[in-house]
């Protein structure tokens, strides 16, 4: 039973259209997030829901938008996509407790590869 | 601002030689640290941590120790196997919910 799932794992698609990424984790955890990771490896942060609030929102363009319907669900909707969002997009998800702020580390998807022609 | 600085790759070994990755941090107050493993089309997978300082994190043969006076986190591990080969990213908090990534390391090893 897959802990963090994503859909769909490849998508390939034309510049200008609109598409959705879903995540699904069943871990319990209390927050997930959204990483872009390029070409070169490197992975940044975009998004994070805690409870189905927004708490990490990093400088990322107005066309990608998230969604948690549930914080069991982190959804991103891209607008208008471009050549430079072809990557590959990490959902995952954390445990944090705050009394004593520690943490479990995160639990990773297996990734959406992006293309963009 | 926080960061996270690894070693550049690609490392390429010879099968049962000894490993080291070296993972510096800039971080404020205590962070936790941690460093993931990425096989070629997979997510990253939790590979160890360590939440305070001089704790040992270890797993699967590897280990790295929280060094607070030099602010590191080296990843060793004392034979390699050509399964190891992946791309290890060492990881720190940076405030309550966000972690930071360095730019990984690509491990090559070779029968």
């Known amino acids: 039973d897959t802990a963090v799932s994503q859909t769909p794992k490849y998508l390939v698609t034309q510049m200008g259209n609109d598409k959705s990424i879903k995540c699904e984790q069943n871990l319990g955890h209390d927050t997930m997030y959204w990483y872009k990771q390029d070409s070169k490896k490197f992975l940044k942060i975009m998004f994070s829901y805690n409870n189905k609030e927004l708490i990490i929102n990093e400088t990322v363009p107005n066309r990608f938008s998230p969604k948690s319907p549930d914080k069991a669900h982190l959804n991103l909707h891209i607008n208008s996509l471009e050549l430079g969002d072809s990557a590959v997009y990490f959902c995952?998800?954390?445990?944090?407790?705050?009394?004593?702020?520690?943490?479990?580390?995160?639990?990773f998807g297996s990734g959406t590869r992006l293309t963009v022609v | 601002g926080d960061s996270v600085t690894q070693m550049e790759g690609p490392v390429t070994l010879s099968e049962e030689a000894f490993l080291t990755i070296n993972c510096t941090y800039t971080a404020t107050g205590y962070p936790s640290l941690f460093w993931y493993v990425q096989y070629p089309g997979e997510g990253l997978q939790l590979l160890l941590k360590a939440t305070k300082a001089d704790d040992k994190g270890s797993n699967k043969g590897f280990e790295a120790t929280y060094r607070k006076e030099t602010t590191s986190f080296h990843l060793e591990k004392g034979s390699v196997q050509v399964s190891d080969s992946a791309v290890y990213f060492c990881?720190?908090?940076?405030?309550?919910?966000?972690?930071?990534f360095g730019t990984g390391t690509r491990l090559k090893v070779l029968a």
């Open positions: 995952a998800s954390s445990q944090v407790t705050l009394r004593d702020r520690t943490h479990y580390g995160y639990t």
């Open positions: 990881a720190c908090t940076s405030g309550t919910y966000k972690y930071i």
